[in-house]
């Protein structure tokens, strides 16, 4: 099972910044995809690039917001042999895995960061660690 939601920032300039962490019942998050917008298309080209890597999975968590149910998206994964799991309209905790893994993003990145522009932003996310961290002795 994997899962997948998009996270909201901007830059200093105000422009927005869309986000899409990749998470998986390891809390392992495969990739995080950081641009200005993002699309069905960009969401199948991450996605095929993923399953390449490490295979697809039986099953994919969203939310269904409109690039999680994009007719070329449903199609792709169809082919894939990849079934859907949508959670139900303001159900996060349905998606607990990669809402606790953007929490931690949001706390550790989003707002410790003031991304100067796009570019910032993908260098110091491609950064950011995906896997979870063991706890710091005291």
């Known amino acids: 099972m994997r899962s997948y939601d998009f996270v ?13 962490p990749v998470d998986e019942y390891t809390r392992e998050c495969f990739a995080i995809e950081v641009e200005r917008s993002i699309t069905a298309e960009d969401v199948i ?17 969203s939310d269904n917001g409109p ?36 929490g931690r993003f949001e706390d550790e990145m989003l707002k410790r960061e003031a991304f100067a522009d796009l570019i910032e932003a993908k260098v110091l ?5 995906r896997a979870p961290q063991p706890p710091t002795a005291a």
């Open 8 to 20: 909201m920032d901007r830059t200093e300039d105000g422009r927005r910044l869309k986000m899409m």
């Open 45 to 61: 080209g991450t996605l095929e690039r993923l399953f390449g890597q490490r295979g697809a999975p039986a099953f994919i968590r």
């Open 67 to 102: 690039e999680f149910e994009a007719r070329a998206l449903k199609q792709w994964l169809a082919l894939s042999e990849v079934e859907t799991l949508y959670i139900e309209l303001g159900s996060s905790w349905e998606n607990a895995y990669v809402e606790s893994f953007i």
């Open 125 to 129: 996310v491609e950064e950011y660690p």
